[in-house]
């Protein structure tokens, strides 16, 4: 309730869900969302589904925990703007929330209330039922021929699997594909929290459950397909010739044929839970 609720946003207007929207797997469908007074955020919204087992949140991994994550957005000027002690305030004037807090906690809302709720709401949303979890446990309707050519791309030639592996598809490492030059690429991403030299442009690796759903891609929105995502690693060079830090998985083209790139994309598809295809 109280993720769909604006009630936690100053002017009451914006809430979780307005940037983390359900029929997108808890993401946004544009490069960046709009916080309250129309202000435009400058990183791209990730889902909010699968993050139960994450290490670290956010893409420079500034929380370790959901709890801690929960409040960001909140006090956050450009997002909710709203002190949390005012969120609380407002919780404990409304006769609804006191009795649902009541009932959970047994006691008034509070700082630590309100991010656990929002913390425990948020591990419900835990996305098992793909194609690629079925062909995984030999069940049936797995994965097409296709896609399990795709797998193999994924986990050999295209090196994916490096990085992105499962359950989730991230192991919750600082990773840099070469989206930073200190020019137009200029989110420097975890080192803005270490301030260590080896960590500029490093983000935390997505996880790709859902990703069909989840477009446009990467920290700053840079791609609306999944096709432009894997032609990008295919030859990041073209796109960003002068990064820094790139990864050394990635400092040589992939050399992906047109049919590899098909089964690729055809693979990212059967990570997409039964509950967003379209019937
Ligand atoms: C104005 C849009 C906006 C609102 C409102 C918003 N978020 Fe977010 N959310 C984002 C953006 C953008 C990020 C990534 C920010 C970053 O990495 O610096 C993010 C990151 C997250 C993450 C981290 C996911 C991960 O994999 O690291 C979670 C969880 C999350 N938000 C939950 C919430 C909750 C709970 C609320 C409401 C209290 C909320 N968000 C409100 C835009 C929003
Ligand atoms: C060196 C580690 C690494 C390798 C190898 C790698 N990725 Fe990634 N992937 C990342 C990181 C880090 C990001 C986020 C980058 C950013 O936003 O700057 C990412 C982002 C993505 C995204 C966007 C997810 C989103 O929600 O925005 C997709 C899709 C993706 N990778 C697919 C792939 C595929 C397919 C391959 C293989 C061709 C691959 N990755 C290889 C680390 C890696």
Redesign the pocket.
């Known amino acids: 309730m109280l993720?769909f609720d604006p009630i936690?946003s100053e002017d009451s207007s914006?809430?979780?869900a307005?940037?983390?929207k359900p029929e997108f797997a808890f993401a946004d469908n544009v490069p960046f969302?709009?916080?309250v007074h129309g202000q435009l955020?400058n990183?791209?919204?990730?889902?909010?589904m699968n993050?139960s087992s994450?290490d670290a949140?956010?893409?420079?991994g500034r929380a370790a925990t959901?709890e801690e994550?929960?409040l960001g957005?909140?006090t956050n000027p450009i997002?909710?703007n709203l002190p949390v002690a005012v969120a609380v305030k407002r919780l404990n004037r409304s006769r609804k929330y006191r009795n649902l807090f009541y009932s959970v906690y047994k006691t008034t809302p509070s700082s630590k209330t309100l991010a656990s709720a929002?913390a425990a709401f948020?591990r419900t949303l835990e996305t098992g039922n793909t194609p690629n979890d079925r062909w995984l446990n030999d069940e049936p309707n797995g994965m097409t021929t296709q896609q399990e050519h795709g797998r193999e791309v994924f986990r050999t030639k295209g090196k994916c699997f490096e990085c992105h592996f499962t359950p989730d598809f991230t192991g919750d490492e600082f990773r840099s594909i070469g989206l930073f030059n200190g020019k137009e690429f200029n989110d420097s991403g975890r080192y803005k929290i270490t301030h260590n030299l080896a960590d500029i442009g490093k983000v935390?690796v997505?996880g790709l459950r859902n990703v069909a759903v989840t477009a446009p891609y990467m920290h700053n929105g840079q791609f609306k397909t999944l096709r432009e995502v894997i032609d990008y690693y295919d030859q990041p060079h073209l796109l960003v010739p002068d990064a820094i830090n790139r990864d050394s998985l990635l400092l040589q083209p992939l050399g992906l044929t047109e049919q590899e790139k098909q089964d690729l994309e055809a693979f990212l598809h059967a990570l997409t839970d039964d509950r967003f295809v379209k019937k």
Request: charged share 20%; proline share 9%.
């Open positions: 993720f936690l914006i809430s979780c307005s940037c983390h969302s709009k916080g955020g990183r791209n919204t990730p889902s909010a993050v994450r949140l956010f893409w420079d959901l994550q929960a957005p909140i997002e909710m929002l948020e935390k997505p």
